[in-house]
């Protein structure tokens, strides 16, 4: 739905109804991915697409019947032989598609959505696509800032899903999660799709050194655009870190200062040297900034904290910087190392206490720590065939 947001955003500023259908969840080979979407206005205008013309005619079907019964509904369009070249996927794929009913004054959560979207600001939309009758289409959408709007009338399933939302904007991923029917991780379960937008979260690596190579390499496998900067053009290039999005010649601070960056910016200093660090973390810590880390040992420390004070860093400035950086996993290596500080970053961004799980107690997924699953529906748990006028599919019977 976001992927066509500019549209559905005007139409809601024109007070016009339309049906959305979006991609929930792919099978097998498929030309679009979840969150793909196609829109039809109560005129018949259409916008967008959900399979780049394998199963248009059908899902335009299923919009207009959507506006005129004002009920969600879910249905799966699969591959057959008889009718692969009239309805279904030619490519062999399955698609489950979620179709719903928006009216612009009846849905202030997805009219704010959808205007944040087409202003190009982050922001992700949980759905109910599959549970209890009152909640399909029910929708909380989250901004970068962390404020959101909408919801379920349910304070703990709330919760949930704003967190897990949180998680998928973080790097701007979409997919399907499922949850208790009040936010637990058991009982019936609940189906939501959740659509993020959001540029890729950075991390700001500086000081050209072996362990920068190795935090590189764990910075991409987490999801970061991860730069490299320093003001050593001999050991700043291309050849030494060749995984990195990003390599500058130039200082910390003067490359700091030329960057837009949000509230999901992690950076880690790892020069070790006063005349870099700082400049560099002098301003680092007054951005409203995710992670500042840096690179030393304890007597490294201490005097790296009274320079920063005699430059005029606050104490409450300071608390924000994590120096040594990383947990304490004994880590030797640059590997080992790389891991550590990895393991800091998911542990302040998810609220862990980087502890190990054998000496805590709880639900080891707390409601502020929860990760993403993007199980898909089973095939079971599609139990209607479902034809009308020689298109196929299936639908999904509601709960509730």
């Known amino acids: 739905m976001l992927d066509i947001a500019d549209q559905l955003s005007r139409w ?21 991915q979840p969150g793909a979407a196609l829109a039809v206005d109560v005129d018949g205008a259409v916008i967008g697409s959900v399979s780049g013309g394998c199963v248009e005619a059908a899902v335009y079907d299923l919009c207009r019947e959507a506006l005129a019964s004002a009920t969600c509904t879910l249905q799966r369009f699969g591959y057959s032989d008889e009718d692969a070249f009239a309805v279904g996927l030619t490519c062999g794929g399955v698609l489950d598609i979620f179709v719903q009913p928006v009216i612009p ?19 992700a939309v949980a759905r109910v696509v599959r549970g209890p009758a009152d909640l399909m289409g029910r929708a909380l959408f989250v901004r970068a800032d962390g404020s959101c709007a909408g919801g379920f009338g349910d304070p ?14 973080d790097t701007g991923r979409t997919g399907t999660i499922e949850i208790g029917a009040r936010g637990s991780r058991c ?26 190579a190795a935090l590189v390499r764990i910075g991409k496998y987490l999801g970061y655009h991860v730069t ?13 870190f060749p995984e990195a999005d990003e390599v500058v010649a130039d200082w910390p601070h003067r490359y700091l200062e030329s960057q837009a960056l949000d509230g999901r910016t992690v950076i ?23 992670y500042i880390g840096a690179m030393g040992s304890r007597r ?13 860093v606050t104490e409450a400035e300071l608390a924000r910087l994590h120096s040594p950086i990383g947990l304490a996993l004994g880590a030797r290596t640059p590997e080992e190392t790389a891991v550590s500080i990895a393991a800091e970053i998911v542990a302040h961004r998810r609220g862990g206490s980087g502890r190990p799980l054998t000496h805590t107690e ?16 089973l095939p079971d748990e599609w139990v209607t065939l479902w034809r009308v006028g020689g298109r196929g599919g299936w639908d999904v019977p509601r709960r509730g």
């Open 187 to 212: 009982g019936e379960p609940l189906t939501l799709l959740v659509e993020s937008i959001a540029p890729t979260p950075r991390m700001l690596v500086f000081g050209a050194i072996d362990f920068a």
């Open 12 to 32: 809601c500023e024109q007070g016009r109804a339309f049906a959305v259908a979006t991609v929930v969840a792919v099978h097998g080979s498929a030309p679009r």
């Open 362 to 377: 709880g639900p080891i997924h707390r409601a502020t720590t929860s990760q993403p699953s993007n199980r898909a529906l």
């Open 156 to 169: 703990a399933l709330e919760a949930t899903a704003r967190a897990e939302a949180t998680v998928f904007l």
């Open 300 to 312: 490294t420390h201490l005097q790296r904290l009274g320079l920063l004070r005699e430059s005029g």
């Open 228 to 240: 490299v900067c320093d003001a050593r053009p001999l050991f700043v290039t291309p050849a030494r």
């Open 268 to 290: 880690c200093a790892l020069t070790h040297d006063a005349k870099f660090d700082i400049p560099l973390l002098q301003r680092a810590l007054r951005l409203p900034i995710a």
């Open 105 to 123: 004054t009846e849905r202030a959560e997805l009219v704010g959505a959808l205007a944040t979207a087409a202003a190009a600001d982050a922001v």
